[in-house]
């Protein structure tokens, strides 16, 4: 039975499903191949040490701040390190950027990759049991191969990445990507330790099932987005938002809706980081034939300025997407 470029037999192991999706590129050398498995070999490390945490003592905080001045947890920086590691024994990666470090960690000169990643997603949740995540972008680097790595290569523009994905550590785990033909999710079987195919060619539903805001801010947020929020709750859609953005946005993936995290006072430009949280989400939207936006232009079109630069996100189903950015500027441009 041939099965066209999308279509894969549910229950695939990762690996398999790596080597034919490589068969479709006749130029791939096996590289992004490696990169990947190293990136599931990760999640499969970190997943154990979260499904512990409570016995092994690492949970709450370490007692220090990230660049970004917020409190790490133990977990953040057991996956930083986790990832890094995996990165480097691998060999591909030329250089880092990570939520969990203040500059760019220069791996091997002669990697080609360059990878941008939020180790622990939904960090306030930890503790507490919540579903939790990684989520990671994939560049080809800028500069010569053998040389030193630049800013020029961390600060690319989402529409550059080779590949995006997350790992959701939850009820379940999965590891859930897009190599730009199609998204793919792999549920993980812990007793045989591997990754299996599981969720084919994502496509998120046309139904606008959930909103997902903290409205908590309600009273920090623009008149546009309470207009928005008023709006949903009149419409009767179900309000969903865990804390964690690598769950809400899966939700919202697999049954329709919309995940917003808007600029407030006390975030001005937003509180979400462009370079390894909202391009990587932004590029497995639009692969399952959602929208992503900073509320004025297409998310994977912002070229970055810094590493750690935030970023308004409203991303999912295109309708409700296109709609509050609608109200934005109906608001701003009375
Ligand atoms: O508590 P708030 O302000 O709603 O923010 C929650 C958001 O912050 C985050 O926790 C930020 O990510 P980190 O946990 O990786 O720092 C998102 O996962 C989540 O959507
Ligand atoms: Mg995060
Ligand atoms: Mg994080």
New binding site residues.
Partial sequence: MSFKKFDFEVGLPLDRFIKKKQDDFPYATGELSQLLRDIALAGKLVNLAISKSGLLGIEGAMGKNNVQG?AQQHLDVIANDRFINALKNGGEVAGIIS?EEDNIIKVNCDGKYIVAI?P?????NIDVNVSIGTIFSIYRRKSEIGGKVTKEDVLQSGNQQVAAGYLLYGSSSMLVFTTGAGVYGFTYEPSIGEFFLSHNNIQIPEKETYYSV?E??YFNFDDSIRQYIDQCKKSGISARYI????A?FHRNLLKGGIYF?PRTKSYPEG??RLCY?CNALAFLVEQAGGMASNGQQRILDIKPESMHQRCPMYIGNKSMVEEVISLINEVATP
């Fill in positions: 917020e939520e939020d622990l997603d939904g960090s306030s903290n908590g801010s804390g964690s953005l690598v809400d995290y509180k979400l949280e």
